[in-house]
Structure formats: C-alpha cells, structure tokens
C-alpha cells in the first residue's frame, strides 16, 4: 500500500513505478479465453487482438509477434485460445500490455474434457438432481423466452403455443445465442426475467449448431444461475441429438423449440373437451341415480301391502268370515250330534223302559222302599206294596 | 308424521323397506299395520318429494334428451 495525503503528493514517476513493481510480481501467466479482433498490419513485426472472457462481459488487448500467431494459425472465428504472456507497464505512457509469447488454441477434446468434468462437478453438487426440479405451471400467465434473434426456433416455440392456446403471451428477449456474448446475455435475459412476477415459466432455446456453438449452455456461471432461479426452466437447445448440460440443470428439457412450444401450456380444445366430458359424466351419473332411486321406490310402492292397503282389513274380515263360518258349521255340527244322542238315549231308555212290558199287562211289584218284589216269598201279609200298571199304579195290602 | 320431514332420502327409505317387511311379516295387529301403513305412505312422499326435487334441479340444469 502506498500512503499518500493530499497535502504531500508523489509524482507520477512515483505512481508509474509502483504500478510496474505491482505487475512485475504477476509475473508471465496462462490466459484462457476467446480470440477477436487480430489486426494485421501489412509488414508490421507486432500483431494486436482482443481476448474475451469466455463468461464475464471483459475483454482484453494484446500483443505478439507475427511469428507466434502463425504458429498456429489457421485459427477459426471466435477461436477459443490458452496464451502465455507477461504483462508489461509502459512506464512513459502509463499503458500496460500483454505480451504474448505463445498461443495455443483449445481444441474439441480438452473443451469436451472440461466439460465432461464440469459436469461430474454440477453432479456431485446436486445441481442436476430430480428433487430440484420445479414443477412447470398447468397455464403460465406469461412465457419468458431466451432466443436468438428472429431465429426460427422463436418461430417455433411461439406458433407451437399459440396454436394451443390462443390467448398465451410471451416475455421474448432476443439475445446472441452463440460466440463469446451469448453467456453474458443469455444470463442478463434470464435475471431479469426470473425476477418478473408474471413470468411462471422461462424457454432458453436456440436452433442446431456445431459444438462450439452450444458451448454457451454448457458454461458454469449460466447452469449455476439457471440452477438458482425460481422460475422454472425449459431447455430446447438445438436439436433432439445435442445435450448441452443446459439440459440436465434446467428442470424440463424439450427436443426441440417445437416440443417446447408445445409442452409450455395445455391444448385449449382437449381442455375445452375434457370438462365437458366431465360435466356429461357427472350429469349422467346423478340422472342415472334418481332413476335409479326412483324404481326402487317404485317397487316398495308396488309392493301389496301398500298398493293394496285395504287387504289389512279384508284379509281379517275373511278370517273373521272364516272364523265365524267355521264356528257356525261347528255349532251346527255340535247341534247334530246333540241331537243324535239324544234320539239315542230317548230310544235306549225306552228300550230300557219296563214300559213296553207293562203295556203287554205285567206289573212290577214294588216294596215300600221301591225294592221289586220278585218271589211272594219275599212278601208277608199285610204288607203295603205299591203295584206299577201299564197305567198308573195302585197301592195294595198283601193278605 | 312431523318427523319424517326432517328425514335424508336414504333414512326415508330405508323406513320405508323395514315397514314393507313388517307388514308383509303379518305378524302386526291391526291397529300396527293401520299405523305403519300411515307411517309407509308418509315415508314414500318424502321419498318422492326428494327425488322430484332432485330431478327439478337437473332439468333446470340440463333438460334431459
């Protein structure tokens, strides 16, 4: 730290020198990051270009010599590139360059070796784990969409959508969706639209391209962000074949734009559809029911004992008939029989009777106590005897 | 009769079936049949009366076909 008060300054020399000081102590490093804007002037020793952050919206310029970019030329656009450079203070202008003494560009493989690391790395965090995954919302009130400039996959996700669901609106941010820019704008899209209340759903897409081109969605800081947003995420990057790790963080992944479009919101005449089946079966039940309800009541109704009441009374005013006939006929019966003995008793008492045999002129002697005399030896004289006539009977005295 | 009114459908008609087998059992006296008789109308009614209210509230709703 260098103290200094207002009063004292220190002259710029001062100031120059501890900035070189400063520098000198970084010492030659390896720079990561994507080459732009190489001028080459014609019979110039020194070549100048740009090196952008691959994530971050900086840049820096540097400097090397002819022979050193030709070493590994030809390099494609936007060429991802590690450089070996001191940083060198210009002490008599104050300006500070980079020296670059030796460029490499980062070829497919280590860039699919990173990533293939970067991804293990996510994993181990969590970041692509099922449970994070936010459920997406069954009608969105707006639909934020990341996309390339009037790029056919807006086209897509856009008429997809509305096709289903007229009246959807979009939150579409046009951004760069490939090269050095597309991280950085990609992320300020996606902050700004996380934040707005009415988007429920975020769509990051894009058209196919080469390796290089999604290697944006496969950029750290981006999956980090996307991994922290609330909104929930649709990737459609390219087409069904890419898998940049946008795909594994995002919590929905389509194939393409077209399936996102689709997936984001419900079909209007299924849903249309699907309630008024809903109302018909519902309907259908409770009518099927009251028919239902109404038979059965039907049946207990038609049921005698209560179609036709009045059999509570008949039927006991026929078993009163009954009874009484069955009494009358048993009386009747009782009567005859009566009769029956009697007219046998009455014919057996007169054949009993000593009627008849007096009728034909016997007699029955009789002694006072009504013992018949049967021998005259049981008389003696003088007796009173009573004599029983076919008519009438006399009382004598035995001589 | 009064209570009956207060009475769900299903109560009404699960009264309704015990007086059907009551009076069809036969063993009631007279004055009982009279009386379930009476009790078996009422109940019937409040059946229909349910049912008809029902019927009103979805044809109002949806005339049937």
């Known amino acids: ?90 002490a008599k202008n104050g300006s500070l360059s980079f020296n ?80 050095s820019a597309a991280v950085v704008e990609v992320s300020a899209a996606l902050r700004e639209l996380d934040a707005n209340p009415d988007v429920d759903v975020i769509v990051i897409t894009r058209g196919g391209g080469s390796f290089e081109d999604l290697l944006p969605f496969s950029d750290e800081s981006l999956l980090r962000l996307v991994a922290d947003c609330q909104t929930p995420i649709v990737s ?93 006929r048993s009386m009747g019966h009782l009567i005859a029989l009566g009769r029956e003995d009697i007219a046998q008793l009455s014919t057996s008492i007169r054949t009993l009777s000593p009627q008849a045999t007096l009728d034909r002129g016997y007699s029955v002697v009789q002694k006072k106590d009504g013992a018949v005399v049967r021998s005259a030896s049981e008389i003696t004289a003088g007796e009173e005897l009573r004599v029983r006539l076919a008519q009438g009977e006399a009382n004598v005295t035995a001589n | 009769m009064a209570e009956s009114k207060k009475l769900s459908y299903e109560e009404a008609r699960d009264q309704l079936a015990e007086i059907v087998s009551k009076l069809e059992g036969g063993q009631a006296t007279l004055e009982e049949s009279l009386a379930l008789w009476e009790k078996g109308e009422a109940l019937a009614k409040v059946c229909q009366d349910w049912l008809d209210g029902a019927k009103a509230k979805l044809d109002a709703i949806r005339p049937t076909e």
């Open chain 1, 236 to 328: 459609a990057i390219g087409h069904e074949k890419d898998s940049p790790l946008l795909d594994l963080v995002a919590d929905w992944r389509a194939s393409t734009p077209t399936d996102a479009g689709k997936r984001v919101v419900p079909d209007m005449q299924e849903e249309l559809q699907k309630i008024s089946q809903l109302r018909e079966r519902s309907f259908r039940h409770l009518h099927n029911r009251i028919e239902f309800e109404r038979a059965k009541i039907a049946a207990y109704l038609d049921r005698p004992v209560l179609k036709a009441p009045h059999t509570m009374v008949t039927s006991r005013f026929d078993l009163l008939q009954n009874l009484r006939d069955k009494a009358a």
């Open chain 1, 100 to 179: 670059v003494k030796e460029i490499r560009q980062v070829g497919i493989g280590e860039l699919l070796a990173r990533l293939e690391a970067l991804k293990t790395q996510l994993a181990s965090e969590g970041l692509f784990d099922d449970d994070r995954k936010k459920q997406l919302p069954f009608l969105p009130k707006s639909i934020g969409l990341i996309c390339g400039r009037n790029s056919d996959a807006e086209k897509d996700v856009v008429a997809n959508a509305t096709r289903r669901w007229p009246s959807v609106n979009f939150e579409i941010r046009e951004v760069a969706v490939q090269g």
């Open chain 1, 1 to 90: 730290m260098l103290e200094t008060i207002s009063e004292s300054p220190v002259p710029v020399r001062v100031i120059s020198e501890a900035i070189g000081d400063y520098l000198g102590r970084l010492g030659p490093v390896w720079i990561e990051g994507e080459l732009s804007e190489v001028t080459v002037r014609p019979g110039a020793q020194m070549v100048f270009m740009k090196l952008r952050d691959t994530s971050a919206d900086m840049s820096i310029s540097i400097m090397c010599h002819k022979s050193v970019l030709s070493a590994v030329e030809p390099l494609p656009q936007n060429a991802r590139v590690v450089m070996h450079s001191k940083v060198s203070w210009y």
